[in-house]
Structure formats: C-alpha cells, structure tokens
C-alpha cells in the first residue's frame, strides 16, 4: 500500500536560512512525486513534481529511490515562503490518484 | 481561464441530513477526482471520473456516500444521512487526462453539528 509520511507537522526557519521539508515515501512500484503548496486563504496549487526536474520559486526536490525520500529544498528562505506544504505520490496506474502526506506548516520569521 | 470551481464554500448542516457538494472542473478537462481533508489528517482520496465514468470508487469510506458526473463535466458528492465525522473540507480537482497535472478547486468546508 502507498504511504506518505511527512515528520514534521511544523517548522520554523528565519529568513535568508535555509529550508529543508522533508518526505518519505512507501510504495513497491515506481511512483511520481510531487510538492504541493497551499498560502494563506489560496487554494492547493502544485509547487513541482520529479519527473520535471524543475526547479520553482527556488526549491528543488531529488527522488532518492535508494531512501525513499522526496525532501524540499530551498537555500534561502524567504518570508513569502510561509505556506502549508504537501508531499503527494501517484501510484502511475489506473486513477491516477495522489496520496498526501498530513503536510508541514513553514513559517518564515523575518 | 476559470479554475476549477465549488460550491458551496461553507455548508452547515443537521446530523442525518443529506447534503450535495458540486464541482464545476476546468473546461476540456476529462479527468476530475474528490478528495476529503479532515482535521488533522492529510488529503484522503475518495473517488475518480474519467469522462462520465467513475472506474475507481475505491475511497468511498461508506455506502452513505455517492458521486456522479454529467457531460464529462460537472460533478456532485452527495452524502446522505450525514454524521458529525463528515465533517471536514472537500477538494475537488480535475486535470485533462488521469497522468497529467491535478489543479484543485477550493473546496467545501461541511460542518455536521
């Protein structure tokens, strides 16, 4: 069965810090990860996925098959940072659903 | 263009009532899933349209809960006899084929009293 699993349901980081959300993962085929951010009174929006290798408003994320791990990383934190971050993972088969971790709260301290 | 839309944004209602969330996805979009975030918890699938069909009902947690889709677009999760643990936020989203990106509405938040 997939898993998620985010340890950190808050972290704090002071700007210009930098940031590192982390990520593990359970599943025995080949998923896709992804990285999705909900601000403030906005709705969830996809922040990037693996497969495209992108990097978006400063963060980057690298699958490590080998840890299963999907960690976020920003090397400076900014204050407009401040968001709920959710790790996701789709199966790649049939629905196509995305499995959530329960998400980390990142507050920016300016 | 429009996002993807839901209605209403808050719903409050009676324990044992029956209630209808709708979701109007992005235009031209044929994949469109629910999902459900309770308190504390994480985004829980519930279930996915392909079209007007829904081949994966899988997360459904009871039999009180149903879904339809009509012309490949707007889509209703109906709850009957709702109970104090429906209560939670309902996401919608909907994306132009099942592997490609899934761009989320901004819910309905249902309070069950």
């Known amino acids: 069965a997939q898993r998620v699993t985010q340890p950190e349901k808050l972290l704090s980081v002071f700007k210009g810090a930098p940031v590192e959300l982390k990520c593990n993962y359970s599943?025995?085929?080949?998923?896709?990860l992804f990285w999705y951010v909900q601000y403030s009174r906005q709705r969830l929006q996809l922040l990037l996925r693996?497969?495209s290798r992108e990097s978006i408003k400063g963060f980057t994320a690298d699958l490590n098959k080998g840890e299963t791990s999907f960690h976020l990383k920003k090397p400076f934190a900014q204050e407009e940072d401040s968001a709920m971050y959710y790790c996701a993972l789709s199966a790649r088969t049939g629905a196509n659903n995305l499995f959530f971790g329960t998400g980390t709260r990142l507050t920016v301290i300016p | 263009g429009a996002g993807v839309s839901q209605s209403p944004s808050n719903k409050v209602t009676e324990k044992g009532k029956d209630v209808e969330l709708r979701c109007d996805p992005i235009?031209?979009?044929?994949?469109l899933y629910w999902y459900r975030q309770s308190l504390g918890q994480g985004l829980e699938f519930l279930i996915y349209?392909?079209?007007?069909?829904?081949?994966?009902k899988s997360g459904l947690p009871s039999d009180r809960f149903s879904a339809e889709r009509t012309g490949g677009s707007v889509s209703t999760l109906t709850i009957q006899r709702t109970q104090q643990e429906d209560s939670a936020v309902y996401l919608c989203a909907s994306s132009f084929w099942g592997a490609d990106t899934q761009y989320f509405g901004p819910g309905t938040r249902l309070t069950v009293l």
């Open positions: 693996h497969i």
């Open positions: 235009s031209g979009h044929t994949a």
């Open positions: 599943y025995s085929g080949s998923p896709e």
């Open positions: 349209f392909q079209g007007n069909s829904a081949p994966d």
